[in-house]
C-alpha cells in the first residue's frame, strides 16, 4: 500500500471534488444515493473507502446514521477533522477487503465509492463486492464506483500526450484495455468488466450510471462557466447520465446495485 499512502498523502481530494468538474461527479452520485435511501425510516449506511469523508459527513450532519471505513491513515485522519462530536458517525481504519469487523446483513445502504479504483485483480474486485454483499441488508442496496478505461485513454494517453508513456510501459493490451498496475494507482475497466462481476453475486443492477460523463474531457470549459451555465451543464448531464451508449466514455461510473 505504499503506492496508495503516498498518493493521498500528497493529493488534494477535497480540492477535486469541490472544483466545479469535481462537483459533478459528487452531485450526481448524491442524486443516487438520496434515490436509494427513498422513504427508507432511519437507514443504517455505511461507507467502505471514505476517504476524506465528503459523502459520509455530508450524510451523518443531516443525521443519517453512518459507519465510514477508511484504509489511508492520512485520510482518516482530514474525515474525523470535519467533526464536531455530535454526527451519528463511526469512523474506523479498515480494509474493503475485510470486513470481518462488521456483522452480517446490518446495512440499508453499503457504498463502495473509492476501493475498486485501486484492486488490481478480479479475486479482489470480487471479494471486495462479497463483503459489501455480506454486510447488507435483503433488499438493500450497494453503491459500486469504478474508473473507466476510455477515459484514461482518450483523456490520459492522448489529449494528456501521455500515449509514450503507456506504450514504452507496456499499460496497453492489443485492444486498447489498460493494464492494472500498483504503481500506476488506478484500474480500469470497461462496463463488460463491471457486468461480469455483478453476475458473481445474488444481486439485481438497477442502474449503471456516468457519474461525470463528458465533464472530464472539458474540465476547463466547466470551471470557468458561470452558475447559471454551469447549472444548464448540470440538467443536461443528468438527463443522459443513464444512456447506457454514453457510459462506457466516462471518466466514473456508479453501478447501483439491489441485493437480493
Not at 444515493?33 to 449506511?45: F, Q
Not at 470535519?82 to 479498515?94: F, H, N
Not at 485492444?175 to 494507482?185: R, V
Not at 448531464?237 to 457510459?247: F, G, S, T
Amino acid at each position: 500500500m505504499n503506492y496508495l499512502d503516498e498518493y493521498y498523502n500528497n493529493y488534494n481530494e477535497e480540492e477535486r471534488l469541490l472544483s466545479r468538474h469535481g462537483q459533478v461527479e459528487y452531485l450526481t452520485t448524491m442524486k443516487y444515493i438520496r434515490e436509494c435511501l427513498g422513504e427508507t425510516a432511519e437507514p443504517n449506511i455505511l461507507e467502505v473507502g471514505a476517504g476524506t469523508g465528503r459523502y459520509s459527513v455530508t450524510l451523518a450532519k443531516e443525521g443519517y446514521r453512518v459507519t465510514a471505513v477508511e484504509l489511508i491513515q492520512h485520510n482518516l485522519e482530514v474525515l474525523k477533522s470535519k467533526l464536531d462530536g455530535t454526527e451519528p458517525i463511526r469512523a474506523l481504519q479498515g480494509n474493503a477487503l475485510d470486513l470481518s469487523f462488521l456483522p452480517d446483513e446490518a446495512y440499508d445502504l453499503t457504498m463502495v465509492l473509492g476501493p475498486m479504483y485501486h484492486l488490481y485483480t478480479r479475486e479482489d474486485k470480487v471479494r471486495a463486492l462479497a463483503e459489501a454483499m455480506r454486510v447488507t441488508k435483503p433488499g438493500g442496496s450497494v453503491l459500486v464506483a469504478y474508473c473507466m478505461n476510455e477515459g484514461s485513454v482518450i483523456g490520459f494517453m492522448f489529449r494528456g500526450n501521455n500515449l509514450r508513456y503507456a506504450l514504452d510501459r507496456n499499460l496497453l493490451t492489443p485492444d486498447w484495455h489498460c493494464a492494472s498496475d500498483p504503481s500506476e494507482l488506478f484500474d480500469l475497466v470497461r462496463t463488460e468488466d463491471i457486468s461480469s462481476l455483478d453476475a458473481e453475486f445474488p444481486a439485481e443492477r438497477i442502474k449503471l450510471v456516468a457519474t461525470d460523463g463528458a465533464t472530464n474531457y472539458m474540465r476547463e470549459t466547466i470551471d470557468a462557466m458561470d452558475d447559471e451555465t454551469f447549472g444548464k451543464w448540470m440538467e443536461y448531464h443528468l438527463a443522459i447520465c443513464e444512456r447506457q451508449d454514453l457510459i462506457g466514455a466516462s471518466h466514473h461510473t456508479l453501478d447501483i446495485l439491489r441485493k437480493k
